[in-house]
């Protein structure tokens, strides 16, 4: 949690930095800012596609020299917002994927693609105006899941049939949170959500998986239910001519029937620079951490025998990669 703090200051003050650099801009970038605020209602839907390319070649490279590699990886994000006088709905889903091959002078070492990251996540967020245009009645939704079948080794194939088992694929496991609360929008820009009341549940499809109770499930059950409290703030804004966007989410989730003193974080990050027209350089960063989820040890494949997954505490995911955005 300390590093979280830290995390959440340097934001903090990079976001104060860059308002005051906006306020002390010229009249015309105060009137474009102010544009941006205005309502706007009806729908608006947009996507985009982002690409993180990492290689270095070496082909018999010389002894000391080093080995070669290669990474690719992709996000992928789609959204669906609509805005009406007295109500709004909020829908998004976004993927991530990435894997990267090493080569290595050793025979013995496994080939193929590691599995560096695999997210599948929809939020959806409904609410209705309480009288005044900065308090509304929500009710909020969020699902995450994986695509792609995790194998112990992390590889995307298994490099040993007897011991290398599948630990994760689609729906295994499921979390899901739904939470009826009150939304705060003090501006455009910002918002603080908060329910008393939310409800998290996990479900982990294929009961082989479940069985190695890592996922947060109930030992001897696919399923965890969750009855807790709920607090999510979002931040986003425009800088130096709409050239610099920051996004910022945060999601804190404390369970009343099992230790509410360790908290869920959910901590999501996006800075994105504008290139040209509808291109962008995006560095994403996100921090989480669950108490109920066990986290991946990572150590060499020498002893797959042993499920590499005793430990807790925080997920720590970065990516710098070249996006394409689309609004239509």
């Excluded at 010389?62 to 007295?86: M, P």
């Excluded at 709920?230 to 920051?246: G, P, Q, T, V, W």
């Excluded at 291109?279 to 002893?303: P, T």
Aim: proline residues 3%; hydrophobic residues 40%; contains cysteine.
């Amino acid at each position: 949690m300390k590093h979280l703090q830290t995390l959440l200051s340097i934001l903090f003050f990079f976001n104060l930095t860059l308002l005051h650099a906006q306020e002390a801009g010229d009249a015309r970038l105060k009137e474009v800012s102010a544009m941006a605020a205005k309502d706007t209602f009806g729908w608006t839907t947009g996507g985009g596609i982002g690409l993180d390319l990492a290689g270095m070649g070496l082909i018999n490279p010389r002894v000391g020299g080093g080995g070669g590699r290669f990474g690719i990886g992709g996000l992928g994000t789609l959204f669906a917002n609509r805005k009406e006088d007295k109500w709004f709905w909020n829908n998004a889903f976004s993927i991530q994927l990435s894997a990267q091959k090493l080569r290595s002078s050793d025979p013995t070492l496994p080939r193929g693609f590691l599995k560096n990251l695999d997210v599948l996540r929809l939020t959806s967020r409904y609410g209705r105006k309480m009288g005044s245009d900065k308090w509304f009645a929500a009710v909020d939704f969020f699902a995450q899941t994986l695509l792609l079948k995790t194998y112990k080794s992390n590889y995307l194939t298994p490099i040993n049939d007897s011991t290398d088992n599948v630990v994760a694929k689609l729906f295994a496991p499921l979390q899901v949170t739904f939470a009826p609360g009150v939304d705060y929008k003090p501006n455009a820009h910002l918002s603080f959500f908060y329910s008393p009341c939310g409800i998290q549940f996990i479900y982990v499809a294929d009961q082989s998986i479940a069985d190695l109770n890592i996922h947060g499930n109930d030992e001897g059950k696919k399923t965890f239910f969750g009855l807790g409290s709920e607090f999510k703030a979002a931040y986003n804004n425009k800088y130096f001519d709409n050239r610099l966007s920051i996004t910022n989410g945060l999601r804190l989730f404390s369970n009343y029937l099992d230790e509410p003193q360790n908290i869920d974080v959910l901590f999501t990050n996006n800075l994105s620079i504008a290139l040209f027209k509808g291109l962008s350089l995006d560095l994403l960063g996100e921090y989480f951490y669950d108490h109920n989820v066990k986290v991946q040890k990572n150590f060499g494949s020498e002893d797959l025998a042993k499920l590499p997954y005793e430990g807790r505490g925080g997920q720590w995911t970065g990516a710098f990669l070249l996006k394409y955005n689309k609004i239509f």
